[in-house]
Each structure stands twice: as C-alpha cells, then as structure tokens.
C-alpha cells in the first residue's frame, strides 16, 4: 500500500515507523529538515523536505497512487488544504488532523467527503472520550462498547480481593459462562489465554461481556467496595482536559488545576462552570490539593505536556488516598514506566490517532479498532461478509493466527459471547483481540 504522511511530529513520526515496520510503501513529507533527521536509517521510508502546500511537492511524492494520504501537522488549515489537494491529484483516500473537534461530527461527514476529505481526526476529542468513558467505573482500567453496549470489554486490574485467582481458565470460562477472558497482561507479557492458563495478584486481565453481567463481573473480581466516581480533579486545563469536562457524566464534580492565568480565564468562557471549577494553582501543590477536598476525591487525572510530571502527580494523588488515577503519557518508554508503578489507565493520544488511522487501511469492514495501550495490543471490531471464510466454518476450525482470539459478536443488535463451537454469520459484527500481529492478517478472514 502506498502511503503518504504530512508532517514529521510526535503523531507522523509513531505512524511513519510504524508503517514502515509492516511493509507499507511509505513516504514522510515535512518542511523542516531537523524533524525529518529524527527518523533514522532503520525504518524504510523516503522523506521529502518540502511543503506539502505545493503541488509540486505532492507530484514528487507520488500522490497520484497514493491508497492514503495523511495530513497530521499541527496547522489544521494546512492539513485539510493538503487533503483537498491531494484528492483531486489521485489519492483514494485522505485524513486530515484538526483542532476543532466539531468538524468531527458524523453530521458533516458528507460536507467535508464533497471537497476531497475522507476522515478528520482530533487526537485530544479521541483522548477525552477514554478518560471520559473510564471514568464511569473506578474499578476498571479500561472499558471498551461495542454497538452501544451490545458488548463491553472491562480491563481489570487484579487484587487479593479477587476471587478467580489461580484457578485454570477452563474452568472459568465455559461455553456458558457470562464472561470470556480474551487476554491477559502477566507482568510485562502479554498472553492470549489458553485453558490451562491461569489468573493470578496483580494481573491485567480482558473480560468480555454483555451489559447486564458487569456487576456479576465486580463482584467476582472483588471490586464491590471500589467507591463510584463522583468527584474528579484534573491537573493542567489544556484541550483534552476541556473537551473531557463535556464528556463527562453531569453527577460527576469537576476541580481543573491550571497553572496559567489567561488559560484559566479562556477555560471559564469555554466549560460549563456550574459542574466544573477552575481553579489557577499547581495540581502538584500538596497544600492546595488538601484545600480544595483530595481526601474526598475518587479519581485524579494528569493531563500536562510533561509525562513525569502526570506519572509522579499520578502517584502522589494515590498516596493521598485517591482510587483512580489516570495520566496522559506521550513517550511509550514512560508509559511502560508508569505502568509498573501502578498508575492505573495511561491515555496516549498519538496512539489513539494511529487506530484510527489504522482503520483506513484495512479493505474488510471495520467499525472500530481501539489501541490498548497496557496490552501493546488491538481490538477491532470487524462486519463478516457473505460467503467470508470467517462464516464457513466455527470458530475452533478457522485456523485463527497466533496472538489473535474472538471476544464476542452482535447479531441483530444482541450481543453474543463466542466459543469455539460458535458459528459466525454474514452480517454479524465480530470482537477479534489481536497481539503482536499485523491487523491485515486478520481482514482476509472477513472480507
């Protein structure tokens, strides 16, 4: 596949090597010759020091055969200027990165598909609905929907309170068992599990299940006593922490800590100040924290630019007696960090972006694909076509790839949980767990 990337930062720069690494034609265009450096010999790609405004620029990069072209600079004007450009010069698809997150709305779809824009991504909107969405239950790490809840995937972090530790998954998860445990996070390894594997303190284990069976799931994982999120703090008052504000349920109580005066004052013009205070201070200011009611708040979220700075606040929140903790952390090193020292859920927007991204290169249809970031691992939510080799046979016979498991599906609006003995049927909406391998491995199997 033949791919073009515009702009040489933290989101061009993840996808560039990342497509790169999966033998995807793959070329880098960014005006600056500093960024473009950065991407050493290692990752086979061509780089052009141009801008991406020109069309000569656009000639020289192929654009013509382009399957994709991907415009994520920060200038949301040049982004989708770019994409109209490329459009109409031959490429077959084009995602521009914006900043305004209301150009995202399903609603203008059409409007932007008209002038040469096939999808718009806004990183900190994506950012904001997982802290949003992980916020309705302190309990969990991660909480995924699929078809409004048809079917939820839980990312629990296990506790000596659990109940199903130590036992053989065989014996957990029978074919009429309420639950599947697609993968588990054993330490620093990632397993998709098999019946002798067993769940032990301090695993990060995958449960899929169906909306009525979430409380039978708390219970059996010993997190009953976990107290709801009511009241949340959030250090640093940038986007993502805006945006989240809206997102969040209105029974949740919201403190934002902004160290920047005029940010504070834009922050009341923009947010629903009847639910959500800004206050300027530091969010690290331990003082502060104790005035303004830490001790009776349920979860802390950590969005500054600096990763160190969100893990040890992060950290110090908890020490403070706070259950959920959750911390915006750009650098995968760090992330890898902050998750042995039990921050709880990481939130990484250029990760959230490439999923995204991700989804558009696949030729089955994809609802969905959704990056975990504690599990280096994909979910995606895949439509099997008629006639699809995913429908012939079940699922014990289709000679799924290793690292790669069936979580559940939704057939006519129910959801379903999947065995072995399952047949899958054209039309249904499949959950396919996928560690360590490439997503197209999987499409052929539902196209």
Same mark, same amino acid.
């Given at each position: #596949? ?150 939820? #995937? ?173 911390? #915006? ?119």
């Amino acid at each position: #596949m033949k791919i073009i990337i515009v702009g040489a930062y933290a989101i061009g720069t993840h996808l560039a090597k990342l497509l790169s690494r999966n033998n995807h034609d793959t070329v880098l265009i960014d005006s600056d010759e500093e960024r473009l450096s950065s991407i050493n010999s290692d990752y086979d790609l061509m780089t052009i020091q141009a801008s991406a405004s020109r069309l000569r620029t656009l000639k020289d990069a192929g654009v013509n055969g382009a399957d994709l072209f991907i415009a994520v600079t920060p200038d949301e004007n040049l982004n989708m200027n770019a994409c109209m450009l490329a459009k109409a010069l031959g490429a077959k698809r084009t995602v521009a990165k914006v900043d305004n997150f209301e150009y995202t709305d399903p609603k203008l779809r059409s409007v932007f598909n008209n002038v040469g824009i096939t999808s718009l991504i806004n990183p900190e909107n994506l950012a904001a609905y997982d802290i949003a969405n992980g916020l309705k239950m302190s309990w969990v790490r991660q909480r995924w929907e699929v078809h409004d809840g048809a079917l939820i #995937m839980l990312g629990i972090k296990l506790r000596d309170t659990c109940q199903v530790l130590n036992q053989p998954l065989k014996d957990l998860c029978k074919p009429e068992s309420p639950y599947h445990i697609v993968a588990i996070k054993h330490g620093n390894e990632t397993i998709i599990p098999r019946g002798d594997d067993v769940l032990s303190l301090n695993d990060i284990a995958y449960f899929m299940t169906t909306r009525n069976y979430i409380p039978f799931i708390r219970k059996i994982v010993g997190k009953e006593h976990y107290v709801d999120v009511k009241n949340v703090m959030i250090m640093g008052g940038g986007a993502t922490a805006a945006r989240a504000t809206t997102l969040m349920p209105e029974y949740m109580k919201i403190k934002i800590f902004e160290s920047n005066e005029a940010r504070c004052e834009q922050l009341n013009e923009i947010i629903d100040t009847d639910r959500a205070m800004v206050i300027h201070g530091d969010g690290r200011d331990i003082g502060l924290l104790l005035e303004e009611g830490i001790k009776n708040t349920q979860a802390f979220v950590a969005l500054t630019g600096n990763a160190e700075t969100n893990i040890l606040a992060c950290l110090t929140a908890k020490r403070m007696g706070v259950r959920k903790t959750v911390a #915006m952390v750009e650098n995968f090193d760090y992330a890898s960090m902050a998750e042995s020292l039990d921050i709880g859920t990481i939130i990484n927007k250029k990760a959230l972006a490439a999923s995204h991204i991700y989804q558009m290169m696949l030729d089955a249809d994809v609802n969905n694909i959704h990056f975990l970031m504690s599990a280096n691992a994909d979910v995606a939510e895949f439509t099997a076509m008629p006639n699809s080799k995913v429908t012939r046979k079940r699922v014990f016979e289709l000679g799924l790839p290793k690292g790669t498991t069936i979580g559940g599906l939704v057939r006519n609006g129910e959801g379903q949980l999947v065995s072995g003995g399952t047949q899958i049927q054209a039309g249904d909406s499949v959950v396919v767990f996928c560690h360590d391998i490439n997503m197209s491995k999987i499409e052929k199997f539902f196209k």
